[in-house]
C-alpha cells in the first residue's frame, strides 16, 4: 500500500500538469491557480500575507507574482501606509479568467472522484481536512516561534 504523502504528492502534480493543459493559451501555468483565487479574494493582500496564506516561500511568491503581472493578471504596489509592504491587486483580466479557473478545479475535484459515491466524497473530504489542518497548525506553530 502506497504511503499517504506519497499518494498526494502524485495528484497534486498530476493536478498541476491538469491545471496546465486546461489553462493553455492564458499564460497561465498550473501552479499559479492559488495566486488568482486569492488575489481575486483579497484584492490589495500583502505579497508576505499571500505568501503564508498558501503556504509557498516569500521568494517563490515573488517569483510567481512578477510572471503574473508580467501577463497582466495582477498588480503590484508599494502599500501607502508601510512603504516595506507589497500589496497584490488583480487586474480586470485577473478576474476574467477566475470563472475559468475555478471550473478548471471542479473538473479536476469532479474527474478524481467519478468512482467515490457521495458518502466517500464526503469522508475524503473530511479526513484530508483534518490532515490539512495539523499540516497548517504544524507550519503555523513554527512561523510563531521563529517571530518570537
Keep these: 500500500m502506497a504511503s499517504i504523502m506519497r499518494c498526494i504528492s502524485v495528484i497534486s502534480r498530476c493536478a498541476a500538469q491538469y491545471r496546465t493543459n486546461k489553462l493553455e493559451g492564458t499564460g497561465l501555468t498550473g501552479n499559479q491557480y492559488a495566486y488568482i483565487l486569492n488575489v481575486c479574494r483579497h484584492p ?6 499571500l505568501a503564508r496564506m ?12 512578477a510572471k503574473l503581472e ?4 495582477v498588480e503590484r504596489r508599494i502599500s501607502a501606509n508601510d512603504k516595506r509592504i507589497i500589496e497584490v491587486y488583480p487586474t480586470d483580466k485577473a478576474f476574467e479568467i477566475l470563472p475559468r479557473v ?37 507550519v503555523n506553530s513554527r512561523d510563531e516561534k521563529s517571530e518570537i
Design 44 to 49: 490589495g493582500i500583502s505579497q508576505d500575507g
Design 70 to 73: 508580467e501577463n497582466g493578471y
Design 102 to 138: 475555478q471550473e478548471v478545479l471542479r473538473d479536476w475535484n469532479n474527474y478524481l472522484t467519478a468512482e467515490f459515491t457521495p458518502e466517500e466524497c464526503e469522508l475524503l473530504t473530511r479526513l484530508l481536512e483534518i490532515a490539512m489542518r495539523r499540516a497548517t497548525d504544524y
Design 54 to 65: 498558501i503556504y509557498i516561500n516569500k521568494s517563490n511568491v515573488a517569483r510567481q507574482l
